[in-house]
T-cell receptor, first 111, second 116 residues
Framework: TQLLEQSPQFLSIQEGENLTVYCNSS?????LQWYRQEPGEGPVLLVT?????EVKKLKRLTFQFGDARKDSSLHITAAQPGDTGLYLC???????????FGKGTRLSVIA | DAMVIQNPRYQVTQFGKPVTLSCSQT?????MYWYQQKSSQAPKLLFH???????NEADTPDNFQSRRPNTSFCFLDIRSPGLGDAAMYLC???????????????FGQGTRLTVV
């Protein structure tokens, strides 16, 4: 059983389109993180959200943490080919438990 | 400059032949993690060191061992690699205090292990 479910699993869009990917769980998390991983590389941290309802923006990326701290979303505005990669969400259920990862959403932005 | 460095980037080993993967960090972080990531799957935590304390995940096979001789270095030893152990192995670090682990993790580039 996957603790963090990410959807969609694959997404292919044209440059300039908007998209949203989701990270859902039945468990409450003390924090959630989003990472981007390119082929053959390690994940790179994009953002950490810790407060229910929190919204963080990173240029064209908007991250939201659900009010109940069970889910999160990542919205990308005007996607660019450089956004291509595997987007992973990761969460910790408490302060002294390691991060667990979702399977990720593989995004392809076509020029 | 790379802050978490994994060597080698690619490793080919024979079935049953012990292999060691290495990780070094320049961040002076007190926590180091080893994850296994198979194709199209989530990274799966194998174990982590909080300072010198070793924490093994319950479902990590005995075939996997780790050593952390000092703050900067951590090794993953696979005693008898099987075909199912072929994967990307990711090392990560974080700075944690008060026993808290849910802090930002910095990953190395990974070592892709092939077992023949």
């Amino acid at each position: 059983t996957q603790l963090l479910e990410q959807s969609p699993q694959f997404l292919s869009i044209q440059e300039g389109e908007n998209l949203t990917v989701y990270c859902n769980s039945s468990s409450v998390f003390s924090s959630l993180q989003w990472y981007r991983q390119e082929p053959g590389e390690g994940p790179v941290l994009l953002v950490t959200v810790v407060t229910g309802g929190e919204v963080k923006k990173l240029k064209r990326l908007t991250f939201q943490f659900g009010d109940a701290r069970k889910d999160s979303s990542l919205h990308i505005t005007a996607a660019q080919p450089g956004d291509t990669g595997l987007y992973l969400c990761a969460g910790a259920k408490s302060g002294n438990t390691p991060l667990v990862f979702g399977k990720g959403t593989r995004l392809s932005v076509i020029a | 400059d790379a802050m978490v460095i994994q060597n080698p980037r690619y490793q080919v080993t024979q079935f049953g032949k012990p292999v060691t993967l290495s990780c070094s960090q320049t961040l002076n972080h007190n926590v180091m993690y080893w994850y296994q990531q198979k194709s199209s799957q989530a990274p799966k935590l194998l174990f982590h060191y909080y300072d010198k304390d070793f924490n093994n995940e319950a479902d990590t096979p005995d075939n996997f061992q780790s050593r952390r001789p000092n703050t900067s270095f951590c090794f993953l030893d696979i005693r008898s690699p099987g075909l199912g152990d072929a994967a990307m192995y990711l090392c990560a670090t974080s700075r944690s205090t008060g026993g808290r682990l849910n802090t930002e993790a910095f990953f190395g580039q990974g070592t892709r292990l092939t077992v023949v």
